[in-house]
């Protein structure tokens, strides 16, 4: 994470100098197009490329994070795996289910969007007449609850 920090940090000042720059280079010009003046600006949009790549991959990093911390949530409600804090009272909910049976449910949706992604269309007509038994006889429960 420091790495991506110091990176964007480092774009980020680039492209403040390039465009202190490129602003500097129009004064000195009076407001001319110059070779000069067209040279900084094209340094300056080279330099601003290289930020915006610098922001996407910190905003790619952090989208990942952000779905790792869901992820974890998930599981530990579904597992029940969650303790109280001291002081806190544990707020009766759902029951848990086991983390093997999330994970197979998981598969069975993305096989889904799988299907809904590749534009099949059958996926109802194919599903009626598919012989599984309904979504949640499917998933046997995990023997250790």
Known sequence: MDSIVN???????????????ALE????????????TDATLENFKHIWELFRVA??????FIESVKQRIGSECLVDEATGSTTAKPGQSVVPGLPPISAVR????????????????????????????????????????DPTQ
């Open 102 to 141: 999330l994970e197979q449910m998981s598969k069975a949706v993305r096989w889904l969007v799988i299907e809904l992604q590749q534009g099949s269309g059958t996926i109802v007509s194919s599903s009626l007449s598919h012989p599984s038994p309904p979504f949640d006889a499917r998933f046997s429960e």
């Open 25 to 36: 280079a129009k004064e000195l010009s009076g407001g001319q197009n110059t070779a000069a």
């Open 55 to 60: 922001c996407d991959r910190a905003k790619e």
């Open 7 to 21: 990176s964007l940090n480092t774009a980020y000042l680039e492209y403040v100098i390039a465009a202190v720059v």
